[in-house]
């Protein structure tokens, strides 16, 4: 047994997360109902989905949904985007009135309906603009800010050593780097050569992420990387027992058996319980859909029962489709 780095405490700014393995901002995936569920099996730290800088946009239903944080293990992290260092300000400032105890600044998300507003990981394009909004949301709020981000915009012009050094000058409290460009989007494989000469070029916490899908890929970025800490984002779909199974690796050299049937039915039907109650019937049945196709991807049949599924337009009606499908399904 041995306490590995990545499972001990990790101080950002003030706060202080339990443990180094961090569940990566997801649009549409990272709510409050997974955060928590993330964090139950073992996540030190869940970061929210992005939230707009859009002063407009603030009391939309999709946001409010978004910036609940009730009941949730601290610290609480919000991460905004946009590209005016006004509205971003303002923004920090809301999301901490709301509860946030970290602002996350995102820089990173290739979506194209985020980067034609110059949003995400477009910003990468103007340094000046990173500069000032890194500056303005530090200045905005009293407590850490963070920043989410890329290697750069475009491939043979990756310049974040640059914008990493501007985010400690700034005051940023953590940077976490996606080991891709823009232009990969989610292409090819993450690259993480430059990730280890931020990380011995700066002294705030620098947080790997990018194709850490298994307990081994995560001690071997580590490694590689010597960061700070490690995010996971999409292997936890349809996976969230990925933290506990890496935090398990790193303690004791062994993997984990895959959860049984009888352990995945109980996570799901959990879970879509959590999403119900939190959404409420529309919305729930609908969000919970996503899930349900991630959990059962590697079930025997589970294409009939995913096209069943989709066609129940009420929790109850879907709840117990999945339960009858869990109760007799058999891995592939």
């Known amino acids: 047994m041995c306490n590995h780095p990545l499972l001990t405490p990790l101080n950002i700014g003030d706060q202080t997360i339990a443990n180094r393995i961090i569940v990566a901002p997801m649009a549409g995936v990272t709510d409050k109902p997974f955060r928590m569920l993330a964090k139950s099996f073992g996540a030190g730290h869940a970061v929210s989905e992005m939230m707009t800088s859009d002063a407009t946009l603030f009391a939309h239903h999709k946001t409010l949904y978004r910036a609940n944080f009730d009941g949730e293990i601290a610290p609480i992290s919000a991460q905004i985007a946009g590209s005016d260092p006004e509205k971003i300000a303002e923004a920090a400032r809301y999301q901490v009135a709301n509860g946030a105890q970290i602002v996350d600044i995102n820089m ?45 915009y475009a491939n043979g012009e990756e310049n974040i050593l640059r914008v ?29 050569e430059l990730i280890k000469e931020v ?68 996570i799901v039907l959990s879970h879509l319980q959590e999403i119900y109650a939190f959404y409420g019937e529309y919305s729930g049945c609908r969000i919970a859909r996503k899930h349900i196709a991630w959990y059962t991807s590697g079930i025997a049949n589970s294409n009939a029962f995913r ?21 007799t399904a058999e891995f592939d």
């Open 108 to 152: 990173g998300c290739p979506a194209k309906k985020v980067c034609k507003k110059l949003a995400g990981s477009a910003l990468l394009k103007d340094e000046d603009l990173v500069k000032r909004l890194l500056d303005a949301t530090v200045n905005a709020v009293d407590v850490p800010v963070t920043l989410k981000t890329r290697l750069g």
């Open 164 to 192: 990493a050094q501007m985010a400690e000058a700034a005051g940023i409290a953590m940077i976490v780097i996606h080991g891709r460009t823009r232009e990969d989007k989610y292409l090819g494989s993450a690259r993480y």
């Open 199 to 266: 990380k011995n070029l700066l002294t705030i916490p620098v947080i790997v992420n990018g194709d850490i899908d298994s307990p081994q890929k995560a001690k071997q970025v580590y490694e590689q990387t010597g960061a700070d800490g490690i995010m996971i984002g999409r292997a936890g779909q349809g996976q969230p027992w990925i933290f506990r199974d890496i935090a398990h690796y790193l303690e004791t050299g062994e993997i984990l058996p895959s959860p049984t049937m009888d352990e995945l039915k109980e």
């Open 307 to 327: 096209q069943a599924m989709y066609e129940e337009d009420t929790t109850a009606g879907q709840f117990n489709v999945v339960a009858q499908f869990l109760k």
